[in-house]
């Protein structure tokens, strides 16, 4: 080939490139000898699946023991802290796309206050002050306490069992305004994305400012913000790990309780690793369809 891009083509390997595989290699030196130690492990998968599913003699058949409890609690904590950051994130574009002062200082306070402080330290602010507050507000304790068993059973499919269930608003709070943060910022760029054109266009048909958001703006930034808000929907699953340490029993707390109780310690995680990237994937497969039929509906 002839031209100013040959020698460019015909260089395999750039000096980055070099840096990279020698590093690559020096950690295959470094971790081959552990790695051949782990290689000794008496691997024992079976205590898995023993701590995936039970048999519940009264009902004569299987039902899902500690591990797979964890797996739809984590699911019912994200789905429930989605929907609260979904509308923080919501309020809180919106707002933030206006030109008030006051509207702009409020939303960019909270949200550097909540990108910019550690979600553990939020998980113990939440539980221990706030949270508290919360189910006195709600009256938590008083309605749990007078829970009929219907409507128990129904509050621990949709969320968590009653005497959890303080708990478990503290940490859909907690993640709700944390990851409410990066939606709104996530909102604010989708509105702004709008052509200035089509605000012209609302205030040439004599639209109120929320007729504006609502039938011009809003329907045109979500094509925008729909594929970004369920990517952050994917790192909602991931950080609902970090509420652990309060003691929701979601899939990282009860891998704690297994390996605690097994000391399986490796079966234990690859399996919680396992299933959180199933989660995620699945999230991530939804996501990916979105774009395209997005950018199908688009290109009509």
Known sequence: MIGPYASHQRRFFSPLD???LALLAAMVVWLGPGLIRAGEYRWNWSVIWRYMVRYDPVSDRMRPNVLLNGFFTT???SIWSGVVAMIIGLVMGVLASRRRLLARLVT????EFARNTPPLVLVFLFYYFLGQQITAILGLEQ???????RTARIVTILAAPPRQLPAFVSAVATLGIFEGAYLTEIV???????PKGQWE???ALGLSSRDRYRFVVLPQAWRVVLPAAVGQFISIIKDSSIVAVISIPE???QGLEVMAATYRTFEIWITI???YFLLSSICSWGARGIERRLARHVAR
């Open 251 to 253: 899939l990282t707390f």
């Open 75 to 77: 699911i019912r904590l």
């Open 201 to 203: 266009a609302g205030y």
């Open 273 to 275: 690793a396992l299933m």
């Open 108 to 111: 960019r306070t909270y949200v």
């Open 188 to 194: 604010r760029a989708g509105i702004q994305s709008v």
């Open 143 to 149: 309605w749990v306490a007078a829970m009929d068993p």
């Open 18 to 20: 070099v840096v990279l």
